[in-house]
């Protein structure tokens, strides 16, 4: 699998980051995980616009899904070629309304749902293309979903946005590259079910035995050497912060 991180700020994007957004590929398919505010310029400088195969969407928090609406006007009105078949888009439930009600002047009712085939997520395990996919929900105050991918005896697990949590110990365990959300400061800010702490996902890591931490999602106003510096505290292996256009292979 290759892994590229497109964009990987939270909240708002920063100055070197678009929102949260990340590519993975293998034999020849590509799945896009959540597509946030600036994601979708940055996706072009990876892959044609029209090149992607499925859309993961971990919560409806615009941060991880409001350049969907964007996206959205390049599938349906594109002269070039015709319009594109829907293209399947794993989300939460009300994925279609929410994206509805955020671009808010859509031609008919029904026109999102033509650009993309939103299928519902829940937890459990399935296949997406490739790949074997096992999603389950994570603590936030929206319905979200952590994500375990594999293919080729490899794997890899992106978090989305949660607090601590029993799931996303269950999804991380013993992945080869765990791509985790670390939003706030150790010390600092302390509210459960919302976001992690470097330290925190640092100690998911150590406790899943993960092969590679890869923090992420964190805030411009969040010092992201501080949360690596707290994760390697208590995780011993290889740690690091992601960076917008930063490829792995696992």
Sequence with gaps: MKLTVVGCSGSFP??????????????????????????????QRHIGLYDLDAIFLSHLHADHCIDMCGYFVARYYRHDGGRCPALPVYAPEGAEQRLTTAYADIPTPGAMGEAFDFRTLSSGSFEIGPFQVRTEKVQHPVEAFGIRIE????????????????????????????????????????????????????????????????????????????????????????????????????
């Design 14 to 43: 920063s100055a070197e980051s678009a929102c949260s957004s990340y590519l993975v590929e293998a034999d020849g398919f590509r799945l896009l995980l959540d597509m946030g505010n600036g994601a979708l310029g940055e996706l």
């Design 151 to 250: 293919h080729g005896g490899r794997s890899l697990t992106y978090s989305g946005d949660t607090g601590v949590c029993d799931a996303l110990h269950e999804l991380a365990d013993g992945t080869d590259l765990f791509l985790c959300e670390a939003s706030f400061t150790h010390g600092k800010e302390d509210i459960p079910a919302l976001h992690l702490n470097g330290r925190e996902a640092g100690a998911h890591a150590a406790r899943a035995s993960v092969g590679r931490l890869v923090l992420t999602h964190i805030p411009p106003w969040t010092d992201g050497e501080r949360n690596l510096a707290d994760a390697r505290e208590v995780f011993h292996g290889p740690a690091e912060l992601a960076r917008a256009g930063a490829v792995y292979e696992i």
